[in-house]
């Protein structure tokens, strides 16, 4: 049985990270001859041959060429095709919308709706991509946007979403599934990675608390001052680490907090999760920081701007919006996550063990239907 994972490749290690927990509960299931990766910002991976394509400008030119032309490929030849996490429901007034997104004409509907045979189609670890207070209501007055999330989840043998706000979403456009905490808790087990003793605490800046703002008015010097505040709180805790998942947090956090140190492998998720696991705690903007630390026991406080940072909530461990931070005050949010140390290990791997269990049990009945 072949495997064709829609993901992004050396693009986002929190998105290795969710792949490599749905491998390993795929594999938990069955048995699997070969999985492929496509890229979904580059269509044109899907092509063999073209497996190291980026350019989307390109892709939109050559893609359509290559899918007439091309006797097979990851989409055609799968079994199974699996929609990797990531956002997948956002809808914003004047754009962007997720009806415009990349990768499902080319993918879905010029490839898998066209030949779907008995093969299946999962939307595992879905989420929300919204303004950090968004209650939905974005799709009601987007037509656009309902008509594609029930297409989506109309052509998905089954929907597991991450986050309660992308369930809101999926329930404005008529449709419904269960929720449950992102699959990269999971990507310790594949890769058989233990948590070791705590050696730094993690802290992590992204400008503006996260990759967009959304029109939200984000007081950036605000949010500036007060991770120089919290670096300076667990400064005297100990050991601190400023993981940097792009070379522009690595600049950033250079220029914030210089006397510190900073862990950058690019694209190398294996290398961060071996990072993570040496942590005692997190404060950090990039949630899947957040959730790579907490799988291995570690509390970590996510602080963001949009409505993937709540995901966390899920594990059992707080969010904040980035101009709350100032108010709640850094050292509430410390002190509340160091106080977790202790005992989290014992929560997140209850937690992990009922998750696994839904995910299995959910996985294995759409397989086989």
Not at 283 to 305: C, E, T
Not at 352 to 367: D, G, H, M, N
Request: with cysteine; glycine share 6%; charged share 25%.
């Amino acid at each position: 049985m072949r495997a064709s994972i829609i993901t992004t490749i050396r693009h986002n290690v929190g998105d290795d990270f969710v792949r490599e927990g749905i491998l390993y509960l795929l594999s938990t299931i069955r048995s699997f001859d070969r999985f492929d990766f496509i890229h979904k910002h580059s269509p044109l991976t899907a092509i063999y041959g073209f497996g190291n394509a980026r350019s989307l400008r390109a892709s939109k030119v050559l893609e359509p060429l290559a899918r007439m032309v091309a006797p097979g490929d990851r989409v055609k030849k799968a079994d199974l095709l699996v929609q990797s996490g990531a956002p997948v429901y956002w809808c914003h007034p004047g754009g962007p919308h997720c009806a415009e997104n990349e990768w499902f004409e080319p993918l879905i509907r010029k490839r898998f709706s066209r030949d779907r045979r008995d093969r299946k189609f999962l939307n595992i670890a879905g989420g929300s991509c919204q303004r950090y207070h968004s209650d939905g209501s974005e799709v009601d007055a987007c037509l656009k946007c309902q008509s594609y999330i029930r297409e989506f989840f109309d052509i998905c043998d089954l929907t597991i979403l991450r986050d309660s706000l992308a369930k809101l979403m999926l329930n404005k456009a008529g449709r419904d599934a269960s929720v449950l905490p992102c699959t990269s808790i999971f990507a310790r087990d594949q890769l058989e990675l233990q948590a070791a003793d705590g050696e730094y605490i993690v802290i992590n800046f992204m400008e503006n608390g996260g990759h967009y703002t959304f029109g939200q008015s984000i007081n950036r010097d605000l949010w500036r001052e007060q991770f120089k505040n919290i670096a300076g709180v667990v400064k005297k805790m100990g050991r601190v680490v400023v993981a940097c998942h792009t070379p522009q947090e690595e600049q950033l956090a250079a220029q914030l907090v210089p006397d510190f140190d900073r862990f950058l492998v690019p694209d190398q998720h294996v290398e961060f999760m071996k990072f993570y696991a040496r942590a005692k705690f997190g404060i950090v903007n990039r949630v899947h920081a957040g959730f790579m630390m907490a799988s291995l026991g570690k509390p970590a406080a996510v602080i963001g701007n949009d409505s993937r940072a709540l995901m966390i909530n899920n594990l059992n461990l707080p969010s904040y919006y980035v101009d709350d931070v100032a108010n709640v005050g850094a050292e509430q949010i410390i002190g509340a996550i160091r106080a977790r140390v202790v005992d989290y290990p014992d929560e997140i791997d209850v937690i992990r063990r009922q998750t696994k269990e839904k995910y299995i049990e959910a996985i294995s009945v759409a397989l086989s239907a």
